[in-house]
């Protein structure tokens, strides 16, 4: 894993963003991405709150890849309004590993809006190989 201190949308499109994300789904189908650098990404691509919730309700709350908008989701969270779960944000981890090898952005997720400190998300993270940098936001 890398880490930079940059804006990560100015890596957008060119490179695949991954976005912390939740797995509740409303009645409308659509992912809660009400904070942070989900509501970011929803508010560039609105369909993309529908997408997710179809995948989640159709596969779980697992890491999906949109490839039409070159972002992946990151479940750090079962439930939108509980802190981030180290556990999952393990999960995410992983299966970011298994599945991707090309270079890919990521914020420090579950920090934030998550309640996590980066102190607690780092040793989870630092398992990324160096195809994933962390971006510590800047504007």
């Known amino acids: 894993m890398l880490e930079i ?3 990560i949308w100015k890596f957008h499109p060119e490179f695949t963003v991954v976005i912390p994300t939740n797995g509740t ?3 409308n189908g659509a992912c809660v991405m009400g904070r942070g ?3 970011q990404a929803k508010t560039r691509y609105p369909y993309l709150q529908f ?3 179809q995948r989640i309700l159709g596969y779980g709350n697992h890491v999906h890849e949109f490839e039409n908008f070159n972002l992946v989701s990151f479940p750090v969270k079962h439930n939108y309004y509980e802190i981030a779960d180290l556990t999952l944000i393990e ?3 992983n299966e970011l590993i298994k599945n991707y090898t090309r270079k890919m952005y990521l914020p420090e ?3 934030g809006n998550g309640g996590r400190s980066w102190e607690e998300v780092k ?3 630092s398992k990324l190989p160096d195809n ?3 971006v510590h936001f800047r504007w």
Request: glycine share 8%; charged share 10%; proline share 4%.
């Open 5 to 7: 201190e940059a804006n």
């Open 25 to 27: 789904v409303k009645k």
């Open 37 to 39: 650098l989900a509501l």
């Open 51 to 53: 997408y997710l919730g």
């Open 91 to 93: 999960q995410s981890t």
């Open 109 to 111: 997720v579950g920090c």
């Open 123 to 125: 040793p989870i993270l």
């Open 132 to 134: 994933f940098t962390v």
